[in-house]
């Protein structure tokens, strides 16, 4: 089952919070037919060391648990 655009948008907003108390924020790039969300970091968190970490503990993780289709997250320039 193909993942919606407008759901990824809306379980993103979740984290955007979060992202955006630490002067970043989050890009939806592209949703894959296999399920990867390809986003951007923006803002302090595009350069941040923490990034990956970020990406996966946050994220991906809200994703997952808002999209159980979604199968992984991935960060793109």
């Given at each position: 089952?193909?993942?919606?655009?407008e759901q990824v948008e809306k379980?993103?907003?979740k984290t955007r919070s979060i992202l955006?108390?630490?002067?970043?924020?989050?890009e939806l790039v592209d949703v894959t037919n296999d399920g990867v969300v390809q986003v951007r970091l923006k803002?302090?968190?595009g350069g941040c060391p923490m990034a990956t970490m970020t990406l996966k503990?946050?994220?991906?993780r809200v994703l997952k648990k808002?999209?159980?289709?979604?199968?992984?997250?991935?960060?793109?320039?």
């Open positions: 089952m193909a993942i919606e655009r379980a993103l907003e955006r108390n630490d002067g970043g924020d989050v803002g302090a968190c503990s946050l994220i991906e808002e999209l159980p289709d979604v199968k992984a997250v991935q960060q793109v320039q």
